[in-house]
């Protein structure tokens, strides 16, 4: 049930959690590196970071840990780590529901927008072959674009800059607390798919607009969900 006051033309969506069911091995890789430094980083606390870039992660545990950030060596190690387990895990699955939303969201004639923090090549490659035709080069946002990761707005900001249109002209779709404040702290109205292990109220708080327990059943409840009103 989207507000009077937005004229839909546009969809940004995030991508691990909400487009590929990513985030399982997201947690468990952090974790698992974080402990090769001895550093301390629950799965469950994994999912809270979501959406944050790996620096900031890294520094949040440092500072937690030892009073202060890590080197930008120190940063690096982490995040090669990181990514190697990551790399190691098979490939993650397509979200159940997200081929079926953008191809209601395409139908519709709206613009379809990637806007993730992730830098994970592989995963962008994956797109073409999982989502063929719906995401182009020019409608994407990654961390190779931004100075700041979300929950700043510049993901967002950008996302809208890119599509050529105001955040009064589209909705985003976000899995996480961090992602969710960054889309409405850019002004856009959002919706939460809880995907993961973390309580609504979390997505809730964090500023969701509205909440569905899936991309399924968002995708189920599209037409009814974008009518206004
Ligand atoms: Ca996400």
Redesign the pocket.
């Given at each position: 049930m989207i507000p009077e006051n937005i004229t839909l033309k546009a969809v940004l969506f995030?991508?691990?959690?909400?487009l590929f069911n990513s985030?399982p091995y997201h947690s468990e890789a952090w974790h698992t590196a974080m402990q090769q430094f001895n550093l301390d980083l629950s799965r469950e606390e994994a999912y809270m970071h979501?959406?944050r870039t790996g620096s900031g992660t890294i520094n949040i545990v440092y500072q937690r840990q030892y009073g202060k950030d890590a080197t930008k060596e120190e940063i690096e190690n982490i995040y090669q780590v990181k990514s190697k387990i990551f790399n190691s895990y098979p490939d993650p699955e397509p979200m159940p529901g997200a081929l079926e939303l953008l191809q209601k969201v395409k139908a519709a004639g709206l613009k379809i927008i990637l806007v993730?923090?992730s830098g994970q090549r592989s995963l962008l490659d994956r797109l073409e072959h999982h989502y063929p035709g719906m995401f182009t080069p020019e409608m994407m946002v990654t961390a190779f674009d931004v100075k700041h990761g979300k929950p700043h707005p510049e993901p967002y900001l950008l996302g809208l800059e890119k599509g050529g249109i105001k955040a009064n002209e589209a909705i985003v779709i976000?899995?996480?607390p961090l992602?969710v404040e960054s889309a409405v702290a850019a002004g856009i109205y959002t919706v939460a798919v809880n995907t993961g292990p973390i309580p609504d109220i979390v997505l809730l708080n964090a500023g969701a607009n509205i909440l569905f327990p899936s991309m399924s059943a968002l995708a189920d409840s599209w037409n009814s969900a974008t009518k206004k009103g």
């Amino acid at each position: 049930m989207i507000p009077e006051n937005i004229t839909l033309k546009a969809v940004l969506f995030d991508m691990d959690g909400v487009l590929f069911n990513s985030m399982p091995y997201h947690s468990e890789a952090w974790h698992t590196a974080m402990q090769q430094f001895n550093l301390d980083l629950s799965r469950e606390e994994a999912y809270m970071h979501e959406g944050r870039t790996g620096s900031g992660t890294i520094n949040i545990v440092y500072q937690r840990q030892y009073g202060k950030d890590a080197t930008k060596e120190e940063i690096e190690n982490i995040y090669q780590v990181k990514s190697k387990i990551f790399n190691s895990y098979p490939d993650p699955e397509p979200m159940p529901g997200a081929l079926e939303l953008l191809q209601k969201v395409k139908a519709a004639g709206l613009k379809i927008i990637l806007v993730t923090g992730s830098g994970q090549r592989s995963l962008l490659d994956r797109l073409e072959h999982h989502y063929p035709g719906m995401f182009t080069p020019e409608m994407m946002v990654t961390a190779f674009d931004v100075k700041h990761g979300k929950p700043h707005p510049e993901p967002y900001l950008l996302g809208l800059e890119k599509g050529g249109i105001k955040a009064n002209e589209a909705i985003v779709i976000e899995n996480a607390p961090l992602g969710v404040e960054s889309a409405v702290a850019a002004g856009i109205y959002t919706v939460a798919v809880n995907t993961g292990p973390i309580p609504d109220i979390v997505l809730l708080n964090a500023g969701a607009n509205i909440l569905f327990p899936s991309m399924s059943a968002l995708a189920d409840s599209w037409n009814s969900a974008t009518k206004k009103g």
